[in-house]
T-cell receptor, first 112, second 114 residues
């Protein structure tokens, strides 16, 4: 089963833009890509979801290339409170089995 | 609207004992998922219910794990007998329609087997 991979960690300073990429080679052709934020001792919290091209909401943007084998979460002007682990979630279809796979997670640390 | 509720939030049991985790999804959500994160590793899929039916249980690690969702409402995940490697955080999530909206996750149950 192909993994859905992300960088393990990233550091950034307050006010900077942060881009986190997730690679998902076996993504299903007809499903969404979703990103979550997780703080310690809490469940993952929905950030943004998209199918292709670009999606933007009040907290983030999501860039998805035409082949959909990767996606990039963009956080504009991060603050200290954005320090968390970020996960992508994709539907994967392999050998006739369909399931949702979380990415390996990226630990973002925002510095003052 | 109440979110996804999981109980207990933390459980410490001895190897060989039985533990039952409970998940109450958002009312009206037909899809219910269980995930697990073992320390230091990524979150892994366990199984997916659509109402009371198991849609996909391919992620269940072995037959010591039993999930049920009687009546299509809350779900339980029983581990019997528990082993040390079962320690981790068990997340439940629910959604109304698969893929068309983000899932709502519970806060998780942290299971420690000693």
């Amino acid at each position: 089963l192909a993994k859905t991979t992300q960088p393990i960690s990233m550091d950034s300073y307050e006010g900077q833009e942060v881009n986190i990429t997730c690679s998902h080679n076996n993504i299903a052709t007809n499903d969404y890509i979703t990103w979550y934020q997780q703080f310690p001792s809490q469940g993952p919290r929905f950030i943004i979801q998209g199918y292709k091209t670009k999606v933007t909401n009040e907290v983030a943007s999501l860039f998805i290339p035409a082949d959909r084998k990767s996606s990039t979460l963009s956080l504009p002007r991060v603050s200290l409170s954005d320090t968390a682990v970020y996960y992508c979630l994709v539907g994967v279809s392999t050998s006739g089995t369909y399931k949702y796979i979380f990415g390996t997670g990226t630990r973002l640390k925002v510095l003052a | 609207e109440a979110g996804v509720t999981q109980f207990p939030s933390h459980s410490v049991i001895e190897k060989g004992q039985t533990v039952t985790l409970r998940c109450d999804p958002i009312s009206g959500h037909d899809n219910l998922y269980w995930y697990r994160r073992v320390m230091g590793k990524e979150i892994k899929f366990l199984l997916h219910f659509v109402k009371e039916s198991k849609q996909d249980e391919s992620g269940m690690p072995n037959n010591r794990f039993l999930a049920e969702r009687t009546g299509g409402t809350y779900s339980t995940l029983k581990v019997q007998p528990a082993e040390l490697e079962d320690s981790g955080v068990y997340f439940c999530a629910s959604s109304q329609v698969r893929g068309e909206e983000g899932y709502t996750f519970g806060s998780g149950t942290r299971l420690t087997v000693v």
